[in-house]
């Protein structure tokens, strides 16, 4: 883990973001994968390939963004912002 952070917003909603650095090899269609697999539905993806790019999930209960970019050393950055969308 790079970076790690979470909030609280007034009405009570929640926050987290993470930045990891990723195991050697992971790719975003790998990360995509997981999340469809785990019942989250796939929102935009700009930017997309198999290797770096970014989408959005939601599964009712959570939003997420995540981010894949690469790394000067090979092994892919990863950011994951979540927020709660249900109350």
């Known amino acids: ?30 990360i995509k994968s ?8 796939t929102g935009d993806l700009g930017d997309a390939s198999d290797a770096v790019g970014t989408g959005t999930f939601t599964n009712g209960a959570y939003s997420v963004v995540v981010a894949v970019t690469e790394a000067d050393k090979g092994d892919p950055i990863v950011n994951y912002t979540v927020t709660n969308i249900s109350p």
């Open 1 to 30: 883990v790079l970076l790690g952070a979470s909030v609280k917003g007034d009405n009570g909603d929640k926050a987290w973001n993470v930045t990891i650095k990723a195991s050697d090899g992971t790719t975003f269609a790998d």
């Open 34 to 41: 997981v999340f469809e697999g785990a019942g989250f539905e």
